[in-house]
């Protein structure tokens, strides 16, 4: 996916890398609406669950959504995948303080205000703040809509 922004250096994603709690889910659970959009973006992007798993539904979600799956102990764990995929290429979506170093590495850092809330240290590290995640994936599976906000 390439993204010409003016003012500012051309997005090309290959990888988008999600949280799972308090991003994609509430108490385990999938919010509404991820699962249609999660396997729209998957067509377009690799996309990989990177959780610390905290309700243990992490494999069968990243299954579900198909989604590559990566367990993680905590957020430099998390940076270490982002690296390896290539920090360029990648985009990082969470809400949580494991999810700030994440986001600040990624190419791209996209924070959701989820409703189990959003640790200010990930707000502060994102380069784009999303009210819920829906509207996240729409800015991914929509790429136009992410040049209006991040053009100079």
Request: proline share 3%.
């Amino acid at each position: 996916m390439h993204i010409e922004i003016p003012g500012r250096a051309a997005l090309t994603l290959e990888h988008a890398v999600f949280d799972l709690n308090g991003t994609l889910s509430l108490d385990g659970g999938l919010l509404p609406d991820v699962r249609e959009r999660a396997r729209a973006l998957s067509k377009q992007l690799s996309c990989l669950l990177l959780t610390a798993d905290t309700f243990g539904t992490g494999e069968a979600v990243a299954r579900e959504l198909g989604f590559g799956f990566h367990r993680v102990a905590d957020g430099a764990e998390k940076v270490t995948v982002i690296r390896s995929l290539g920090v360029q290429g990648t985009v990082a979506v969470g809400n949580g303080q494991n999810d700030a170093a994440m986001l600040r590495e990624a190419i791209l850092g996209i924070v959701v205000l989820g409703p189990e809330g959003t640790a200010a240290s990930a707000l502060k590290a994102a380069a784009v703040v999303v009210p819920d995640i829906g509207v996240a994936f729409d800015l991914l599976l929509h790429p136009t809509r992410l040049v209006a906000t991040l053009r100079v």
